[in-house]
């Protein structure tokens, strides 16, 4: 897939690093990618790591929440990691609702929470 990188970190466990030309406008683009890789895997869990994302903004927000659906249709989690405090206050700003995905510091931190 074009923009994302998928690494199989385990079994049931996957880490999902977007490229920095990821398009959150246009998520169903990625859809069918996703859902392939993750069926393919047996995926239970999906770690996405911000660490190359510096805000957050609704547009970025709408794309999150619709690879969690993604992720609820295939019975995967979806765990969001290395959060930046640019990107927490943004989302903090365009939000009113409480993100449907769970968080975790890193890559260690969200594996636990599949356990």
Not at 46 to 58: A, E, T
Not at 67 to 94: D, F, Q, W
Request: net charge positive; proline share 5%.
């Amino acid at each position: 897939m074009q923009d994302v990188h998928l690494t199989i970190l385990s079994r049931q466990c996957v880490l999902f690093e977007p490229g920095v030309s990821l398009d959150p406008s246009n998520p169903e683009q990625y859809a069918s990618g996703v859902i392939r890789f993750l069926q393919k895997n047996r995926t239970k869990g999906l770690i996405y790591d911000l660490k190359s994302i510096s805000l957050i903004d609704k547009t970025y927000y709408e794309w999150l929440k619709y690879l969690n659906t993604l992720c609820k249709l295939n019975n995967t989690e979806l765990i969001v990691i290395h959060m930046k405090p640019s990107a927490a206050y943004g989302l903090s700003r365009c939000i009113n609702e409480s993100p449907p995905f769970k968080t975790a510091l890193n890559i260690e931190a969200a594996r636990q929470l599949f356990v």
